[in-house]
């Protein structure tokens, strides 16, 4: 879904190392706070959307896999150091980094939604917006969606986590903010969130989500085959009901 580049400024000769191959061990990096697509437990533990369909493609794969969390800002470069060898942790699929990486086929669908205080009206055109104090995570298509489009008429605040987002506009720090709308669904259903709802119309913005790779890695054949697999045999479906009342494909 969701985010535009993270650093792109790595050597591309790291793209040209080994590939992945059947019976290898798996690495597979997520982010770890992202709710409801990839995050923490109590216990420690990496669970999430992304992590559990990361699990169902390993299984399918009958792969020995493990998930690692990795922060946002260095996902991408960490992936071609071969710290790990995919990245499932709700990344758009853009042109920017269809040049330093490959993607798998989508794994689920995108839109961007604006999110402000419940009962206050507030007016998502443009011109509606002139004057706001708005937020969102930063290195995204949310943020830069935000920045490019509206940055001239509202003051721009990009944080380092969602998390950090909904925290200041609980706090009423800024007027509301524009977000991926299926970890922003998650929020509203939160103590904190209850007060906020989705304003105006969703922002479709033809936004696929894959799973990153190396380029040239031959993973992507087999990772594509998996989803291909889930997705027809209802695992895909289980795991999209676990979190979402809606279908994201």
């Known amino acids: 879904m969701r985010k535009l580049i993270a650093t792109l400024c790595v050597a591309v000769s790291c793209a040209t190392a080994p590939f992945a191959l059947a019976g290898d061990k798996i690495r597979i990096a997520t982010e770890g706070a992202y709710a409801p697509f990839n995050m923490v437990s109590s216990s ?3 669970i999430g959307f992304d992590v559990d369909i990361a699990k169902a493609l390993c299984a399918e794969m009958k792969a020995d896999c493990e998930i690692v969390a990795q922060d946002w800002d260095g996902i991408i470069p960490a992936l071609l150091a071969r710290k790990y060898d995919a990245i499932i942790a709700s990344m758009s699929i853009t042109e920017d980094r269809l040049k330093v990486v490959d993607f798998s086929n989508k794994y689920y669908s995108n839109v961007l939604a604006f999110v402000g205080p419940a009962g206050k009206t507030m007016d998502t055109s443009k011109a509606g917006l002139k ?3 708005l937020g969102a995570q930063r290195s995204t298509i949310a943020g830069q969606t935000l920045e490019d489009n509206y940055g001239d008429v509202v003051d721009v605040k990009l944080y380092d986590t969602q998390d950090n987002a909904y925290l200041d506009l609980a706090a009423g720090r800024i007027d509301g903010i524009l977000s991926d709308k299926f970890p922003a669904y998650d929020w509203l259903q939160t103590e904190d969130g209850a007060k906020f709802e989705f304003k105006g119309e969703d922002l479709d913005i033809d936004d696929e989500i894959g799973i990153a790779i190396r380029k040239g890695d031959k993973l992507k ?11 027809a045999n209802g695992t895909y479906k289980e795991i999209n ?3 979402f009342p809606f279908d994201i494909y």
């Open 241 to 243: 009901a676990k979190y």
């Open 44 to 46: 420690g533990e990496l």
């Open 221 to 231: 054949e087999k990772l594509n085959k998996a989803l291909d697999a889930i997705v």
């Open 131 to 133: 004057g706001l104090v």
